[in-house]
């Protein structure tokens, strides 16, 4: 693969640690991707929701046009062969069900890909009627729409080159790790090998990752498209592993809160100007 197409540039460079700000301490973003050892104590506390209002378009057997993914279900492994054979949805009302909705967000990278987010969603919480080539074009098709999309908008070449290589690798390793009749189904389908020529080691993600936190500022858009595909469950390099082995918790947490430093949340607050009222009962004389 030439230096063109490589989506994170040149290895061995060195993560730095983000600005730090005088209130609060940012991440350390060394800490996101690290080699070894346990993960962070605490949990993810954060989910992702991602609703575009697609609910209104939904088709048979669509539950919610909302997809919300906070950790993964321990039981997903045991129920993995039941929900293969459970009878699904056709794949084609699943794949069109979103011809028509637009997505508008303040993150042109977010918005540009929320087609295909939403996808890989549905594809991990519906039961469909799978065909691997059906979908690897329509896969291939969306990435195409959203590299077009990237030009369109001007996100400079380099966030749009690694955005397309995360939704890239995202897809083969959620796709590829749903039951398939065939462990391999979708192995012939790569979108990493189909648009970059690489064989997909669920590495590149993270690497790609450690370049942005070293400058997470310059790179926002960018890093919560990254954190989406986490959050919708992309493991990559760390899917299978043992827990005391795996630091994808820490992972997802740091990016968050790194997306947090640079950006608050709105108050939780409904109304935050709400005054309460005294309620004054009878008195008795």
Same mark, same amino acid.
């Given at each position: 693969?030439?230096?063109?197409?490589?989506?994170?540039?040149?290895?061995?460079?060195?993560?730095?640690?983000?600005?730090?700000?005088?209130?609060? +301490? @940012?991440?350390?973003?060394?800490?996101?991707?690290?080699?070894?050892?346990?993960?962070?104590? +605490?949990?993810?506390?954060?989910?992702? #929701?991602?609703?575009? !209002?697609?609910?209104?378009?939904?088709?048979?057997?669509?539950?919610?046009?909302?997809?919300?993914?906070? *950790?993964?279900?321990?039981?997903?492994?045991? $129920?993995?062969?039941?929900?293969?054979?459970?009878?699904?949805?056709?794949?084609?009302?699943?794949?069109?069900?979103?011809?028509?909705?637009?997505?508008?967000?303040?993150?042109?990278?977010?918005?540009?890909?929320?087609?295909?987010?939403?996808?890989?969603?549905?594809?991990?919480?519906?039961?469909?009627?799978?065909?691997?080539?059906?979908?690897?074009?329509? #896969? *291939?098709? @969306?990435?195409?729409?959203?590299?077009?999309?990237?030009?369109?908008?001007?996100?400079?070449?380099?966030?749009?080159?690694?955005?397309?290589?995360? /939704?890239?690798? $995202?897809?083969?390793?959620?796709?590829?790790?749903?039951?398939?009749?065939? $462990?391999? *189904?979708?192995?012939?389908?790569?979108?990493?090998?189909?648009?970059?020529?690489?064989?997909?080691?669920?590495? !590149?993600?993270?690497?790609?990752?450690?370049?942005?936190?070293?400058?997470?500022?310059?790179?926002?858009?960018?890093?919560?498209?990254?954190? @989406?595909?986490?959050? /919708?469950?992309?493991?990559?390099?760390?899917?299978?592993? @043992?827990?005391?082995?795996?630091?994808?918790?820490?992972?997802?947490?740091?990016?968050?809160?790194?997306?947090?430093?640079?950006?608050?949340?709105?108050?939780?607050?409904?109304?935050?100007?709400?005054?309460?009222? *005294?309620?004054?009962?009878?008195?008795?004389?």
């Amino acid at each position: 693969m030439s230096s063109k197409d490589d989506p994170f540039g040149p290895a061995g460079k060195t993560v730095i640690r983000a600005p730090r700000r005088a209130e609060k +301490s @940012a991440p350390d973003p060394q800490a996101a991707v690290p080699d070894g050892g346990r993960p962070g104590p +605490s949990p993810v506390k954060d989910s992702t #929701v991602f609703d575009p !209002g697609v609910g209104r378009h939904a088709p048979p057997g669509w539950t919610s046009g909302t997809v919300i993914y906070q *950790a993964a279900d321990p039981g997903a492994a045991a $129920t993995a062969g039941s929900v293969a054979a459970a009878p699904g949805i056709q794949q084609d009302i699943l794949l069109h069900a979103t011809d028509n909705v637009r997505y508008c967000a303040a993150n042109q990278i977010l918005a540009a890909a929320a087609p295909l987010l939403m996808l890989f969603g549905q594809l991990r919480l519906m039961a469909v009627e799978r065909q691997a080539e059906q979908l690897a074009e329509h #896969v *291939a098709e @969306a990435i195409e729409k959203f590299d077009r999309s990237m030009e369109k908008a001007g996100v400079p070449e380099e966030d749009a080159r690694i955005a397309k290589f995360a /939704l890239c690798e $995202t897809a083969d390793d959620l796709i590829g790790n749903l039951p398939w009749p065939q $462990t391999d *189904a979708w192995a012939q389908h790569s979108m990493l090998s189909q648009f970059f020529r690489v064989v997909p080691t669920g590495s !590149g993600f993270y690497q790609a990752l450690n370049k942005i936190l070293a400058a997470p500022e310059a790179h926002y858009d960018l890093l919560e498209l990254m954190h @989406a595909c986490l959050s /919708l469950g992309f493991e990559g390099q760390y899917r299978g592993l @043992a827990r005391e082995d795996n630091n994808l918790e820490r992972v997802r947490r740091d990016v968050y809160e790194t997306l947090r430093y640079f950006r608050a949340r709105a108050d939780d607050d409904i109304s935050p100007h709400w005054q309460s009222l *005294a309620v004054s009962g009878p008195t008795s004389s």
